[in-house]
Structures are given as structure tokens and as C-alpha cells.
T-cell receptor
Framework: DAKTTQPPSMDCAEGRAANLPCNHSTISGNEYVYWYRQIHSQGPQYIIHGLKNNETNEMASLIITEDRKSSTLILPHATLRDTAVYYCIVSRSNDYKLSFGAGTTVTVRA | DARVTQTPRHKVTEMGQEVTMRCQPILGHNTVFWYRQTMMQGLELLAYFRNRAPLDDSGMPKDRFSAEMPDATLATLKIQPSEPRDSAVYFC???????????FGPGTRLTVL
């Protein structure tokens, strides 16, 4: 599976959009980009995933560059409850193995 | 709101004791995963079941760990004998299929003294 690179941490002001970058320059054509987050003392939570088109759901938007070598997770209006570790994972659609790296620790401040 | 449940939430035991962790997957999900999370190693996949059959347990120490699904509503992870290095948070996750989103439980925090 392709490896991902994320910044170790970032701060965000409450109510503002949080833009979380992820580099996956070795991604293959059949690999999806998944985002999970883990709030302290809880299990990881699925956020969104995509192949090459931008995706949006009730939690977030996922923007994937045309060359698919990087992506950005957007939390449109961050709240204090969005403080968590966010994991960007690249995986084939038929591969159950999710490789969780170190992720980005996002702190939303009032 | 369907959720994966895990019991116990916390377990403190002494080295050498047997530990059994239980997981109830979301009703209708036929895939179950066991993960372990430590500060040093992060989240690691231990085992994977589909339709109650173990398909991949390559991430699990074979000599002391065992995973089973006695029925569709219960998955168990057993450690015998436990060691201090097994101290971690153990997560169970379930999904509708191999390609489905994985839904994680709240975890079992295990401390082996």
C-alpha cells in the first residue's frame, strides 16, 4: 500500500474551516484515500473516502488533486468536539488492511 | 444507533493470567477485525474474520493469542498467558463486507502487571 505523509499537528479556531493535508505520492490507480479520526479514549471513526473525485458528506469534504498525489480533508466549521487525531490512509478497495500511521493531531481552540 | 460493543472496557491483571476480551459486532455485519493500539506501535491489525471464519491472523502472536467467533454476535480475543508487553488498548471493528467501512468499538484497555 502507498504510504501517506501528514503534518504531526495543527491548531484550528472554533467555527473556522480546518484543512488537513495528506501526501500520497506513490498512490496506485486502484487505491482509495480514506480518512478516519480518533477522539481521545475512543475507537477510530470513519469520516470519508474517495478515489479521484471530490467527495462530501455530513461530516467533511475530501478534495483529491487531479494527479491523486495529495488530498485535503476539510472540516467546514470546526467545533471543540472535532479535536482528535486524524488519519489519512491509502488502501485498495478489496484490501481490508488499514494501515494507520501517526496521523495529525488537530486541536480546535475556542 | 447501531454500535460495536466491547467488554470489559478496562482490565487489570497480573502476568501469567488468562485474559478474554469480547466484542459484539453490529447486527448484520459479517466481517470482524481485532486491532491493538500502543503508544509505540500505533494501531496494528491482529486478526480478521469473515462469516465467522478466521481469514488472517498474521498480526497476532500465535503462541499466546487466539481469536474466535463462536457465533455471529460474539467475537473473542484471548491471551494466555498474558505478559506486561500485552498492555494496550484492544479494538474490535466490524463491517458489512471486506470493502465496507470499518466501524470500531470503544476498546478494551488492558493492563498486565
Amino acid at each position: 500500500d502507498a504510504k501517506t505523509t501528514q503534518p504531526p499537528s495543527m491548531d484550528c479556531a472554533e467555527g473556522r474551516a480546518a484543512n488537513l493535508p495528506c501526501n500520497h505520492s506513490t498512490i496506485s490507480g486502484n487505491e482509495y484515500v480514506y480518512w478516519y479520526r480518533q477522539i481521545h479514549s475512543q475507537g477510530p471513526q470513519y469520516i470519508i473516502h474517495g478515489l479521484k473525485n471530490n467527495e462530501t458528506n455530513e461530516m467533511a469534504s475530501l478534495i483529491i488533486t487531479e494527479d491523486r498525489k495529495s488530498s485535503t480533508l476539510i472540516l467546514p466549521h470546526a467545533t471543540l468536539r472535532d479535536t482528535a487525531v486524524y488519519y489519512c490512509i491509502v488502501s485498495r478497495s478489496n484490501d481490508y488492511k488499514l494501515s494507520f500511521g501517526a496521523g495529525t493531531t488537530v486541536t480546535v481552540r475556542a | 444507533d447501531a454500535r460495536v460493543t466491547q467488554t470489559p472496557r478496562h482490565k487489570v491483571t497480573e502476568m501469567g493470567q488468562e485474559v478474554t476480551m469480547r466484542c459484539q459486532p453490529i447486527l448484520g455485519h459479517n466481517t470482524v477485525f481485532w486491532y491493538r493500539q500502543t503508544m509505540m506501535q500505533g494501531l496494528e491489525l491482529l486478526a480478521y474474520f469473515r462469516n465467522r471464519a478466521p481469514l488472517d491472523d498474521s498480526g497476532m502472536p500465535k503462541d499466546r493469542f487466539s481469536a474466535e467467533m463462536p457465533d455471529a454476535t460474539l467475537a473473542t480475543l484471548k491471551i494466555q498467558p498474558s505478559e506486561p508487553r500485552d498492555s494496550a488498548v484492544y479494538f474490535c471493528a466490524s463491517g458489512l463486507s471486506i470493502t465496507d467501512t470499518q466501524y470500531f468499538g470503544p476498546g478494551t484497555r488492558l493492563t498486565v502487571l
